[in-house]
């Protein structure tokens, strides 16, 4: 590799890393939380009021409440996990973006009972945070914008790799841990970035087609498709072969339902049952599971007529898609981490908080290479304003937004049942956690916030645990805890004991390690 | 060889916009000239960014600007001439 190609793209590298690092160690660090949001959802889930239906009721249940509830005729959903795992047998929401579905049960008078449900959408909000960094206003402008992030995430990754590849075999696997703190950071910032590269690059290339696929679908239709687009979407829908027809039609039992998707595809676990006109002759019902064989978009589905037990599209069924379905849905897996099953999983948190930690120690060798030197400059110095505020700014922005995860999180079971809508609270005190930990960072400089921050980190971490604790301890607090997500307070154990490692370790270099650094509390205190 | 011109701003330019013209352009092929199959258009969407940002990253090589206008813009006019090729006979 020709030098000047190296110091070409170390330029671009550091400019497209610098401008995207602190919106994607956001993304990554809530992205990392996502891929466990269902245990973590239900950490924070209150118990239902009112037991859920068995699951051999389930047709009766459905019979019952299309007979006495008018607003569940048009669609709702049938939930076919153990009685502990779902909010309620039988849910219907009024439109798409109504947060409160209503639940039905069967009553022993005959009927159904109803409850409004008050799912806490923890799971929505860390969703939206990934998807967004926390951008406010319009959330698909936000996503927006973070497809075009990652677009410059994709630029600033193959010219990491570029700059690299000359010295490839020299650097890969040296972690210098001498005196040369820099040299360590950029061996670990090196070494983490090149192992994980392929993941990387998965995700960035996939995070530009979830953040802009409207605009790309847009500009499709009229550069290629002569503004018929929508009628091939149309053409290729998995409802298409059942046409809407109001006469009313008895349904089968959704067992019976459930045991043709079997005899097609054993392997396939369904989840839940999604019914479209519901007791008419044109119903049809979507029925979502997952097959771990299978590279999945999320999960996968099967679409049928519930009249007369037909599979109408397979499409989207692990196993049977045709080809280009099964290349789409392969992306979506290698973003989502839906395939392989726990393992999987927990490699993507891994993987998720290492990237993290590479947009974070990249932004420090931003730092570090401008810094000022005692040795070069002779005598005590000042950090030029560039270099502090940029180190606040890291400090501010990464910090404040693994605390107001963690305390979104905690207030998410404080506060149930005391508030009606959990949503503004995750957003409010996010937001406040988030701007008080930049505002806290600027006031007190890199160094000192960085070790205040990160024991808020590990305080509002810690409280995770701690409340399931408190829960168990003083039931008279009218809190609760699950025996089956005591994996999440398990991580958030060892995540609150990193966090404090890194918070003494912080303190430490902060008084013995080089005046001149923006790490350092006593060079404030030299220049006066 | 004579040595690379920075050139960052053209060629910057060039990558995201003709690289983005052609990653259209190539998708666009895909989608009149590959077999049909179920949820074709959906590839043919997912085509667009990994060709636009590959091209987005390689643009720095370009020795000028300039050459990078000029091989990305020729580039551009061959494969819309070939999409519109491939709508004339795929009628």
């Known amino acids: 590799m020709r030098s000047d190609i190296v110091r070409l793209y170390k330029v671009v590298h550091t400019w497209t890393g610098i401008v995207t690092g602190l919106f994607l160690f956001v993304a990554f660090y809530a992205g990392a939380v996502t891929v466990f949001e269902q245990p973590l959802a239900r950490w924070a889930e209150p118990p239902a009021r009112t037991a859920p239906t068995a699951p051999e009721a389930a047709h009766e249940l459905i019979i019952r409440t299309l007979a006495t509830q008018p607003d569940a005729r048009r669609e709702f959903t049938l939930h076919l996990g153990g009685e502990d795992e779902i909010p309620a047998r039988l849910t219907w929401q009024k439109s798409l973006d109504d947060r409160f579905p209503k639940g039905a049960a069967l009553a022993p008078d005959g009927g159904v009972h109803v409850d409004r449900l008050h799912p806490t959408g923890l799971a929505q909000f860390v969703d939206d945070l990934h998807r967004t960094a926390g951008l406010p206003g319009d959330e698909h402008l936000g996503a927006a914008l973070m497809g075009v992030v990652s677009a410059v995430y994709v630029v600033a990754l193959v010219s990491g790799v570029i700059v690299l590849l000359p010295s490839l075999v020299k650097d890969l696997f040296a972690l210098r841990l001498g005196a040369n703190l820099k040299r360590l950071w950029l061996d670990a910032h090196n070494l983490v970035g090149l192992l994980s590269f392929p993941f990387h690059l998965v995700i960035a290339v996939t995070a530009v087609v979830f953040g802009l696929h409207e605009q790309i679908y847009d500009t499709l239709d009229v550069a290629v498709y002569e503004g018929r687009l929508r009628e091939v979407m149309r053409a290729d829908s998995p409802f298409t072969p059942i046409k809407r027809d109001q006469t009313p039609a008895a349904m089968l039992p959704p067992e019976d339902l459930v045991a043709r998707i079997a005899a097609l595809s054993p392997g396939f676990r369904p989840t839940t049952m999604h019914y479209r006109d519901p007791g008419t002759l044109g119903a049809a019902v979507r029925v979502w599971g997952t097959d771990d064989r299978y590279l999945m978009r999320g999960e996968g589905f099967v679409v049928m007529s519930p009249v007369t037990g037909d599979i109408v599209s397979t499409e989207y069924l692990p196993g049977h898609q045709g080809a280009y379905s099964v290349t789409v849905a392969a992306l979506f897996a290698l973003h989502f981490a839906s395939f392989g099953g726990a393992p999987v999983k927990w490699g993507y948190l891994a993987l998720g908080l290492a990237g993290a930690f590479l947009f974070y120690s990249g932004n420090l060798l931003w730092i570090e290479s401008r810094r000022r030197t005692e040795r070069r400059a002779g005598g005590p110095v000042t950090q030029s304003r560039s270099t502090r505020w940029m180190a606040s700014l890291t400090v501010g922005v990464c910090l404040g937004s693994v605390a107001g995860v963690s305390v979104a999180i905690v207030a998410s079971k404080w506060l149930s049942g005391w508030v009606a809508d959990l949503d503004p609270w995750h957003r409010g005190l996010y937001y406040l956690v988030f701007l008080g930990s930049v505002a806290w960072a600027f006031r007190r400089g890199a160094a000192r916030a960085g070790i205040d921050l990160l024991w808020l980190c590990a305080a509002a971490t810690a409280a995770i645990p701690l409340t399931t604790v408190l829960a168990w301890a003083a039931p008279g607090l009218g809190l609760w805890a699950w025996r089956d997500t005591v994996g999440v307070d398990l991580t958030a154990v060892t995540m609150a004991l990193g966090l404090a490692w890194m918070a003494r370790v912080a303190a430490r270099r902060a008084v013995a390690g080089p005046r001149d650094s923006v790490w350092s509390t006593q060079a404030v205190e030299a220049v006066g | ?91």
């Open chain 2, 1 to 91: 060889m004579a040595a690379i011109r920075q050139d960052w701003l053209s060629k910057s330019l060039a990558g995201a916009v003709l690289g983005l013209g052609l990653a259209f352009a190539v998708a666009g092929v895909f989608a009149w000239a590959a077999p049909d199959g179920p949820n074709k258009y959906q590839l043919a969407m997912w085509l667009v960014a990994p060709l636009w940002l590959a091209v987005a990253s390689v643009c720095f090589l370009f020795r000028s600007g300039m050459r990078a206008w000029l091989w990305l813009g020729g580039a551009n006019v061959v494969a819309y001439a070939v999409l519109h090729l491939c709508r004339h006979f795929a009628r």
